[in-house]
């Protein structure tokens, strides 16, 4: 497999760490399609590098890789991220992780989000049971009086089960409305 026949996104830089840790998503997902060698990794990213991005890159080259030739991948992930996906940012994702609650949301929009977090969060949901309970503390107090009865302890269940509540709480609501308006 070509790289380039898998038409790898570029990056221009710019402000926005979600674009940045996607960019590298994409590269890796490429690199295990192609099965391509660390050696050349480092080589295939830079190459995918524009405007602002591309500067940084050469600025690396010329400082902090002066005298490592060929640049070790794991090394420009890191670098990478330094600057465009600093530390505080992550600190950041971890908390509002922490700290999601389901409030308005829907149950799915409620997933994508604890889903998306969660990755910033790693230690805190690698054991399954510890995600599931995470997930439902997280839940709307009217879903988690239906889901924690049932002591589900697999995440797929239990989000199934949010689902259902959540449609058996909206019908209700829903019903009584009606009952309500017809009286």
Avoid at 63 to 86: A, C, G, H, I, M
Avoid at 88 to 117: G, P
Wanted: glycine share 4%; proline share 5%; net charge positive.
């Amino acid at each position: 497999m070509h790289f380039r026949k898998e038409k790898p996104p570029q990056f221009a830089g710019g402000p926005d760490p979600l674009a940045a840790e996607e960019w590298v998503d994409r590269l890796e997902i490429i690199f295990e399609f192609i099965e391509c060698p660390d050696n050349k990794k480092t080589g295939f990213a830079s190459y995918m590098l524009t405007g602002e991005g591309r500067k940084w890159w050469k600025s690396q080259l010329n400082t902090e890789f002066k005298s490592l030739q060929p640049v070790p991948w794991e090394r420009f992930r890191d670098n990478f991220f330094q600057q465009y996906f600093p530390p505080a940012i992550k600190e950041k994702k971890l908390r509002d992780f922490i700290h999601l609650k389901q409030s308005f949301m829907s149950v799915m929009e409620y997933e994508t989000a604890f889903t998306a977090l969660s990755d910033y969060a790693r230690h805190l949901v690698a054991d399954p049971r510890e995600k599931a309970k995470r997930f439902e503390d997280g839940l709307r107090k009217d879903i988690q009086k239906q889901t924690n009865v049932m002591r589900i302890y697999d995440y797929a269940e239990l989000y199934q089960r949010a689902l259902i509540a959540e449609q058996n709480i909206n019908e209700d609501r829903e019903w009584r409305e009606r009952k309500k308006a017809s009286l």
